[in-house]
């Protein structure tokens, strides 16, 4: 596998910014080393954070706006493989690609790179270029049950807390995209979805018990007031939650007499 590096970028951004659409010929890494924002890659969004970094293939339009203090540091080369890249926003743990665009930096800030600079510069590119191929290959050979089971491991043990999908797919190891997709996959619903309803059925369960206050159940389900726990129970559930208590309190003991 052959890189060719085009350039070596650092900006920091005093304002808030927005960028304008535009598209480069060759691959774009933008590393995040402060603040968050959202980039635009195709048609597809993406949140971004400190130690963060965007993955932009060739030809793709994108556009970026962030808060005041954002600083980047980004790349544009070309790949010579039978290997890709894929795109889309991933957390740095796991790699090195801040510690490599550092390094390349430092030896681009001359005008002309000797012979030496320019080797070191197309190794440290292979080396990101290899980092993420491996972290794709690893992903698609892993057991994608394991990983959903993990994930939902994850939810039972969270669900009571304002948690997010980036957040669990990084308890789990894996890049947004992906793990929103083996979820999807194996479960047939959103990983939002799965959330809520973790959320709903232990409501149900403490509904039931008789022990505890209709207010007490929304925050100790995760829900930001009790207004919106009401809401999103009949939503989902087809009534109020007291109303729920009500009819299945009714069915309960109809069964008892009945078995009696």
């Not at 993406?46 to 556009?63: L, R």
């Not at 894996?174 to 979805?193: A, C, G, L, N």
């Not at 309803?197 to 995760?222: D, P, T, W, Y």
């Amino acid at each position: 596998m052959n890189c060719n590096l085009h350039f070596c970028v650092r900006h920091h951004y005093e304002k808030a910014y927005q960028g304008i659409p535009h598209a480069h010929p060759c691959w774009e890494i933008v590393f995040y080393c402060e603040g968050k924002g959202e980039v635009v890659i195709g048609k597809k969004a993406y949140a971004f954070e400190k130690n963060s970094f965007s993955v932009i293939p060739p030809k793709t339009t994108h556009i970026e706006r962030g808060e005041s203090g954002t600083e980047v540091l980004y790349i544009g080369f070309d790949i010579v493989s039978d290997k890709q890249l894929e795109a889309g926003v991933f957390p740095e743990e796991g790699h090195e690609i801040l510690h490599y665009l550092e390094n390349i930096f430092k030896e681009t800030r001359g005008l002309n790179l000797n012979r030496y600079s320019a080797n070191v510069v197309d190794l440290l590119t292979r080396l990101i270029v290899y980092s993420l191929i491996k972290e794709k290959s690893r992903e698609v050979g892993q057991d994608k049950y394991e990983v959903v089971k993990r994930a939902k491991a994850y939810i039972s043990e969270n669900y009571m807390h304002d948690i997010d999908i980036q957040s669990i797919a990084k308890s789990v190891g894996y890049s947004y995209d992906y793990f929103r997709h083996i979820f999807f996959e194996i479960e047939r619903m959103t990983v939002r979805d799965y959330i809520m309803q973790e959320r709903l059925n232990n409501a149900k369960e403490m509904l039931l018990s008789g022990r505890f206050q209709v207010k007490e159940i929304a925050v100790a389900c995760g829900f930001s007031s009790l207004s919106h726990f009401c809401y999103v129970f009949k939503k989902h559930i087809g009534k109020k939650p007291q109303d729920f208590v009500k009819d299945n309190t009714v069915f309960t003991k109809m069964l008892y007499v009945k078995t009696e």
